[in-house]
Structure formats: C-alpha cells, structure tokens
C-alpha cells in the first residue's frame, strides 16, 4: 500500500450543507448557493439518456440510479480512506464485493496520486453562486489537477461525461478563486462493474469553462430565478 503525502493549502471558509427548495444547497458567507451537481441535474436530459429512460420506464430507471448512487458512495468511502493512509481491511465486508472490486480496479489510477490538498472538501465560488463537494485536489502523475471518482455499470466514453467535466471545472474555478492557486488541470478516474473496465479521463478545464457559463445561464433561463 501506498503512503500519500498531504501538503497545506490557504484556509477555506467552512461551509454548511442544506436543503432548500427540496434539493441541495449549502451555506457560504455570501448566501444561500445551489450545488453544482443538483444543477446540472436540474437541466434536460440528454439524448440518450432521455431515451434510456423511456425505454427501461421510471421505476427500473430510478432504481438503477439508486443503486448506482448506492455503489459510489461505498466506492468514495473506500477511496477516501486509501488516500488518507487509514488501514483497508476486510474490504469486501466492510465495502461490499462490488464496491471492492471497482477500487482494486482502480488502485493503479490512485497511486498516481501525492501531494494531497484536500480529500472530500466543499468548496464555493461567489462568482458563480454555486458550491459543491470536491471528492480530491492532488498531483496526478505529478501535474497538480481537480480529481474526480466514478463509479459505472458500464464504461462510458468521453462525450457522455460533458457533466462530469463542468462539475471539476466548477471545482478548479472554485479552488482557485478560494486559495489563489490555478489549477487547470481536471482528472476523472472511472470504474465499471460489469465489463471490469478502469479509465481515466484527462482534460484541461478551459475546453469546459464556456460550457459551464452556457449551463449556469440555461440553468436561470429554464428556473427564471438566480443561481443562489
């Protein structure tokens, strides 16, 4: 097993995680912000994953992401205690078979990681109005970047991850808005549980930032009310 390094970083002001309107927000010394994710979440489908809905019906769809909200967080448990040099021990008992697996999958990918500033950190940017929870701010192979993990029942490509993309950008812009330093590079480690796949996915957010400003913007036009 490997030992990570963490290194300080300038204070972020604690903030405070609610639920405001039936969906996430969290509280900041600014106001009241919407989560990057519910966010995103709040906007159209996509294409195909409107279809995929459609096709399977409600319930299996809403079960299937149940589920898969499910496998993350026993997987992020799993990751978060790696990276914070905590013993890992009885992994299928304490983790679940899956979630084990997707983590041994993923194992190589996260011993790429070192010189940790921050594992699990909520963040917030007054610009934008919104906040969320970074799952990690590290070096990836000695680049420092904003890391994202993922689990999936089946692997998924670049282009149906646009999402994924935006939420680390928010974190980077956030990050460094927060603690001055720039970070540009974005990093989403993806494990799949079915086809026993591991990828990781390695953008720069400036291919992102104008597609988050154009989400935000649709995000207001679709609610007519603020971000906050």
């Known amino acids: 097993m490997k030992t990570f390094k963490h290194v300080e970083h300038p204070e ?3 903030i405070k995680q609610v ?4 969906a996430r927000h969290y509280e900041t010394p600014f106001g009241v912000y919407i ?14 994953l409107a279809k995929w809905r459609e096709d399977v019906g409600d319930d299996v769809a809403n079960y299937a992401m149940m589920m898969g909200a499910r496998r993350g967080n026993k ?19 304490n983790y679940g078979v899956i979630a084990a697996g997707l983590f041994e999958l993923m194992q190589p990918a996260l011993d790429k990681i070192d010189n940790i500033r921050e594992i699990e950190q909520r963040l917030f940017s007054q610009k934008m109005e919104l906040a969320g929870t970074t799952d990690c701010v590290a070096e990836y192979d000695g680049v420092p970047s904003v890391i ?5 029942s089946w692997m998924k490509d670049k282009d149906s991850i646009t999402n994924y993309f935006m939420q680390a950008t928010f974190y980077s812009l956030a990050w460094e808005e927060l603690t001055g330093e720039k970070i540009e590079q974005i990093v989403i480690i993806m494990a799949s549980d079915n086809d026993g796949q591991m990828h990781v996915f390695i953008e720069q957010r400036s291919n992102y ?10 995000y ?9």
């Open 75 to 93: 997987l992020h448990s799993a990751v978060e205690s790696y990276l914070k040099n905590e013993p890992l021990q009885n992994m299928k008992q």
């Open 19 to 22: 639920n405001a309107n039936g």
């Open 35 to 48: 989560s990057i994710t519910t966010m995103l979440h709040k906007l159209p489908l996509t294409p195909e």
């Open 12 to 14: 972020i002001p604690a």
């Open 220 to 228: 207001k036009s679709l609610t007519g009310e603020q971000i906050s």
């Open 209 to 218: 930032i104008e597609r988050l400003k154009q989400a935000i913007a649709d």
């Open 148 to 152: 994202d993990f993922k689990s999936a």
